[in-house]
């Protein structure tokens, strides 16, 4: 899943190890399997939660349904980001089928915590956090224009022949398909149990 799914399903703001939890949803993607020990035990279970929702949702039926498709509009091997992307915006979307929180409140929120533990992020996090704050980026997921930009920004970094920018017109080409798809996924993905706050990671790092 993208950031808007990590960060909710970091779990309800008053639990315990809320903050550190969410630390880690955001920057699991970033922390090599070797440097996990290096951070509070709070953060390690945000990381192993993320990882155990990218595993989870990598091997979903429906999951592959979508990417299915998406592989046959010429999306490859970029097929699960695209996905993941599609996704955060029927989140962004519905976002209040799903939290009594508005989304704008969300986000507020969200940003405002990441914000005072930026110090944490590894450095290419630190980079590109003030540019989700800046262009709020996990807001926009709601509308089709934030989805092509977000889409747009992934291709500029991905290999030549991602074919990410043109996602959009499939996303407009199938929308009730991958609405379908996320509505059926998503509450399974919401089940999820959380993972332990030590033991070793459940799906390397980079």
């Given amino acids: 899943m993208n950031f808007l799914a990590h960060l909710f399903l970091a779990g309800p703001p008053e639990g315990p190890g809320y903050a550190d939890g969410l630390v880690g949803q955001f920057i699991a993607d970033a922390v090599p399997g070797s440097r996990l020990a290096g951070y509070r035990p709070g953060v390690q279970a945000g990381i192993r939660r993320h990882r155990a929702i990218d595993a989870f949702t990598d091997q979903h039926p429906v999951v592959r349904r979508a990417t299915a498709r998406l ?8 097929a699960g980001v695209v996905a993941d992307v599609f996704f955060d915006h029927f989140l962004a979307r519905d976002f209040a089928a799903f939290s009594a929180e508005s989304l704008p409140d969300f986000t507020r929120r969200v940003y405002a915590l990441l914000g005072a533990r930026q110090a944490e992020f590894p450095a290419r996090v630190q980079q ?50 991958y609405e379908a798809d996320f509505r059926e996924f998503f509450p399974q993905l919401q089940a999820l149990p959380p993972a332990p706050a030590a033991g070793p990671a459940a799906h390397p790092g980079p």
Avoid: D
């Fill in 128 to 177: 590109f956090f003030p540019h989700l704050v800046q262009h709020n980026w996990l807001l926009h997921y709601a509308e089709p224009a934030g989805i092509a930009r977000s889409l747009a920004g992934l291709s500029r970094r991905a290999r030549p022949g991602s074919n990410m920018e043109t996602a959009p017109a499939e996303l407009l080409a199938n929308y009730a398909a």
């Fill in 71 to 78: 592989r046959q509009a010429g999306h490859g091997k970029y």
